[in-house]
């Protein structure tokens, strides 16, 4: 063989086996989604963060031309949902519903087995939903700040219930304890039904709890709702104040719901997840069922998320340190 032709044929080897390293990159730019998606979720049936996982992947299907399909793994922390995506094949096929209890989880448990800034690939937020402080409805705390007027006069009696320590209610008590510098006693119950019967007995003078859930009981004069925990009004009870204008600075808690993939995920497929995921974040059938259970919708860019959950991640862990909870 001559000289030319022997690198003439060198050159298209080279070339054949450059084409074929690429060959499952392009084919996941091209043909993605291959099959149906499953998006994990780490909470029971019919709650919150079900019914946006459920809104959001009905429409994804129908943008990405594939079934979505949610699946509920609840769990502690998000432990089991969250370390099967994080272990599963990264083309995009297998997602989790992402929140703050991704970030709380860090300061909740001496290992996990996962990380969660490592080990996952952001698509994009989902959007956020504000707690609410509540008060039963014939209790003489009119607003939130006579509520803290009181408890400054007469410190430890204030009652606080929320759900179970580690939760996003029970650590948004403590840190509206701490940011109101205010000595009460946080009282945390098994679930939600259970905080909502003690506040209607007025066995507690306050409860930190889910706005959404909440609004059925408000609009029937069951309870009343003195503030929402985030920066801004809620639109489903826009004349209740946030807890900045109800007198204590600087306090912002809010709750969100994300998407994310496994690490290792191809840039192009996370492009094509975020692109349909904003598509149904900005439908007005998902934005008029999620909009009534209190949802603000926001979608985000994979970057966006990533300091999301970095920064939530450092605030709840110094949260929990604050309120002496021990990792399990």
Known sequence: MSQPTRRMALQAGWAAALAWSLWPQARAQTR?????????VPFAPGGIADLTARAVAEHMARTLGVAVVVENRPSAGSIVASQAVATARADGHTLLLMSNANAVSVGLFRRLPYDPLRDFAPVSTLGFFDLGIFAPASLRFATLAEALAWARANPGKLNVGTIAPGSTQHLAAKLF?????????????????????????????????????????????????????????????????????AGVPGYDVASWNAIAAPAGTPGEVVAVLNRAVREAVASASVRDKLGRAGMRLSASTPAELQALLSG?????????????????
């Open 312 to 328: 939530e991640i450092r605030r709840w862990g110094e949260v929990i340190r604050a309120a002496k909870i021990e990792p399990e």
């Open 177 to 245: 304890e701490t940011e109101a510098r205010i000595d009460a006693l946080v009282v945390p119950y098994k679930g939600s039904p259970a905080v909502l019967t003690a506040l209607r007995a007025g066995e507690i003078d306050l409860a930190f709890e889910v706005t959404g859930p909440m609004l059925p009981q408000v609009a029937a004069g069951a309870v009343k709702a003195l503030a929402v925990t985030s920066a801004q009004r809620n639109p489903a009870l826009p004349e209740v104040p946030t807890v900045q204008q």
């Open 32 to 40: 993605f989604p291959e099959r149906p998606i499953t998006l994990l």
